[in-house]
């Protein structure tokens, strides 16, 4: 196993694009690059808190207990390798529907990229390093409470299958930030961290829209052909320049792997609550993990952003809508390189089929029956489906037990169950109503009725079926309160919920005997409590 010095930097977004000539870090507008060289700031103390080996792995790193500390000095910016060349992105965005001009690497500071033995290219980027000329008003620092959050989502979001960026490390600086949660007025102190993510690429819609927007087309087209030859080479045709079919080809595979995305956040129970065009991913990775939640309790509208309360723009039944949204704004910046606009729409067409397939697919996996012959002539959906979601809502019960409880109501038998019965197999879900009384739980019991004639009627053996669907219906998803609960241990010193957590996300679809409470419904005393409920951006 090779050691920490011996990480091989290929660098190409700092040596093939255009950077910025100004070297000091003061706040700017930063015209013409894509990128701005700026080191990180040193802190006092870095200790680190948890790494993820897998990560560690796909960089042929290890941490062990003696280069530990050697570890946390380079993954929290005090110490740079051999080879890295740390930079701040330039990019633009969209933030909740309105264009917001240059926003840019405010609080993230990349350390270079490398490439690993088996020759794949990942770069490394430091969250929380401290200010870059993107920071404007803010002071580029992130507290322990939202790195904990990154860390433990991000490396779960993984394991569940969803594409993401990935978290290597989080180390505490050994010094304090002090942070608004609620932006009302009620500051403190708190312990400041830094979370190293770790991807393929971290270019956002953002990064082409600033250059558009700046009529900066050079720029924009160096980017652009930069991010088919190293994104999508692929894509590339093999004897010579990219091609208006190149470009076109890649915005499809952009629209494609949003829409993959998106199916997965539905499928998990996910909600980004920020969905802005700065934190899309043009490797459709789920990035930058701020004031996102988990649905608990069924329900469509829910946001998690307290920024968001009002519009609700980014509720849990609005994303794929917003995908498509921003991928309409991506198509815009691409035009003056692209040319025709004809090719950009024929993708954003195929996002609404491919995202409706795609969902179709994975509604019908979740409860383990076929696609249905009388699909809904005018939605395409199956009447199972479609009633489904509205029946959970009214219900309050939990989406990831109910969905994981369903592989227990039997098809093989005969005879079928009483309503009582089935409603048993899914109870461990229900949440009681706002007044402490039980919500009518008949239209659940009547739908369960329904699905036992379905997967009767299909005939596939509940032991085929069973484990099919415990494979894309988890038992474990970072819960908001669990996170809290191990953000609340954390700040007192203690990091062994925040260890465990990761532990538990490894498996999320296997029973794992003793962590039963990892996977229980949200408490009451959580309802409507900070942090486990509601967030601001700035967490
Ligand atoms: P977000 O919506 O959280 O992704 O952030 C929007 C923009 O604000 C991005 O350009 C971030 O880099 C920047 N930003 C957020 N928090 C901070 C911070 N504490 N310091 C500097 N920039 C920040
Ligand atoms: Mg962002």
């Known amino acids: 196993m090779p050691s920490l010095e011996s990480l091989r930097f290929t660098n190409r977004f700092t040596r093939e694009l255009p950077g910025d000539p100004e070297p000091h870090n003061a706040r700017r507008q930063v015209r013409q690059a894509c990128w701005s060289g700026v080191s990180p700031t040193p802190v006092a103390a870095p200790r680190l808190v948890a790494h993820a080996r897998e990560v560690a792995d796909l960089l042929d790193i290890e941490v062990t207990p003696e280069n530990e500390q050697a570890f946390a000095e380079i993954f929290s910016g005090n110490r740079l390798l051999a080879g890295m060349e740390p930079f701040a992105m330039c990019y633009g965005g969209h933030q909740f529907g309105h264009w917001a001009g240059q926003l840019g690497d405010g609080r993230a500071i990349n350390l270079g990229e490398v490439v690993n033995g088996r020759g794949e290219h990942w770069t490394l980027q430091l969250k929380g390093a401290g200010p870059t000329p993107y920071s404007r008003t803010a002071d580029g620092l992130a507290v322990l409470r939202s790195s904990i959050r990154e860390f433990l989502c991000s490396e779960a979001m993984h394991h569940l299958g969803v594409p993401t960026t990935r978290a290597l490390s989080i180390v505490t600086t050994g010094e304090s930030v002090v942070r608004d949660m609620f932006y009302d007025g009620h500051p403190r102190a708190e312990p400041g961290a830094v979370v190293c993510r770790v991807a393929p690429s971290f270019t956002r819609f953002g990064n082409f829209q600033i250059f558009t927007a700046r009529q900066e087309i050079d720029q924009l087209r160096t980017l652009v052909d930069f991010t088919l030859r190293t994104d999508f080479p692929h894509l590339l045709p093999k004897a010579g320049q990219p091609s208006t079919e190149a470009y076109a080809a890649m915005f499809d595979e952009i629209c494609q792997r949003t829409a993959t995305m998106i199916v997965h956040w539905m499928r998990v129970g996910f909600v980004h609550g920020v969905m802005n065009t700065d934190n899309m991913s043009i490797l459709g990775l789920t990035i930058d993990y701020g004031p996102y939640g988990w649905l608990e309790n069924?329900?469509?509208?829910?946001?998690?952003?307290?920024?968001?309360?009002?519009?609700?723009?980014?509720?849990?039944?609005?994303?794929?809508?917003?995908?498509?949204?921003?991928?309409?704004?991506?198509?815009?910046?691409?035009?003056?390189?692209?040319?025709?606009?004809?090719?950009?729409?024929?993708?954003?067409?195929?996002?609404?089929?491919?995202?409706?397939?795609?969902?179709?697919?994975?509604?019908?996996?979740?409860?383990?029956?076929?696609?249905?012959?009388?699909?809904?002539?005018?939605?395409?959906?199956?009447?199972?489906?479609?009633?489904?979601?509205?029946?959970?809502?009214?219900?309050?019960?939990?989406?990831?037990?109910?969905?994981?409880?369903?592989?227990?109501?039997?098809?093989?038998?005969?005879?079928?169950?009483?309503?009582?019965?089935?409603?048993?197999?899914?109870?461990?879900?229900?949440?009681?109503?706002?007044?402490?009384?039980?919500?009518?739980?008949?239209?659940?019991?009547?739908?369960?009725?329904?699905?036992?004639?379905?997967?009767?009627e299909e005939g596939v053996p509940d032991s085929v079926r069973g484990p099919r669907m415990n494979a894309v219906n988890p038992l474990y998803v970072p819960r908001n309160y669990l996170a809290q609960l191990a953000i609340d241990k954390a700040e007192a010193g203690d990091f062994t919920l925040v260890r465990e957590m990761l532990e538990v996300s490894r498996r999320p679809y296997t029973e794992q005997p003793g962590r039963e409470a990892f996977a229980a419904k949200r408490p009451e005393w959580a309802r409507h409590r900070a942090g486990c409920s509601m967030l601001s951006c700035s967490s």
């Open 298 to 456: 069924v329900d469509p509208d829910w946001t998690p952003n307290t920024t968001d309360a009002q519009g609700r723009r980014y509720r849990f039944v609005a994303q794929p809508q917003i995908g498509h949204w921003n991928l309409l704004q991506l198509a815009n910046a691409l035009v003056p390189v692209v040319g025709d606009p004809k090719p950009l729409e024929t993708g954003l067409d195929a996002y609404v089929d491919r995202f409706q397939s795609g969902y179709r697919r994975m509604m019908a996996d979740k409860l383990g029956i076929g696609l249905h012959d009388g699909l809904n002539a005018a939605t395409g959906d199956d009447p199972l489906v479609a009633d489904l979601w509205p029946l959970l809502a009214e219900a309050n019960i939990d989406m990831t037990l109910f969905f994981r409880s369903l592989a227990t109501i039997r098809g093989d038998s005969a005879t079928p169950d009483d309503h009582a019965s089935l409603l048993a197999a899914v109870s461990s879900g229900f949440y009681e109503s706002e007044a402490g009384a039980a919500v009518d739980r008949a239209p659940v019991g009547e739908w369960l009725a329904r699905y036992q004639a379905r997967i009767h």
